[in-house]
């Protein structure tokens, strides 16, 4: 289910297990690793000014709440 891009909450659920901490616990080795593409992401979003097409909002500081 993991490599299918389950959530682990569901995984838990549909397994029956007590806490969200055992399904982890148990399975979590089975998570296909992300670290590529979350590395890629933080690179690209904190990277602003070279990524064509991307725009990046920011709270205007005129504004009152």
Do not use: C
């Amino acid at each position: 289910m993991f490599k299918e891009g389950i959530h682990p909450k569901v995984v838990q659920e549909i397994l029956g297990l007590a806490s969200i901490t055992q399904t982890l616990d148990t399975y979590g080795n089975m998570i296909p690793s992300k670290q590529h593409e979350v590395a890629a992401l933080m690179d690209e979003l904190m990277s602003p000014n070279e990524v064509p097409n991307r725009t990046i909002f920011a709270p205007d500081p005129n504004k009152k709440p």
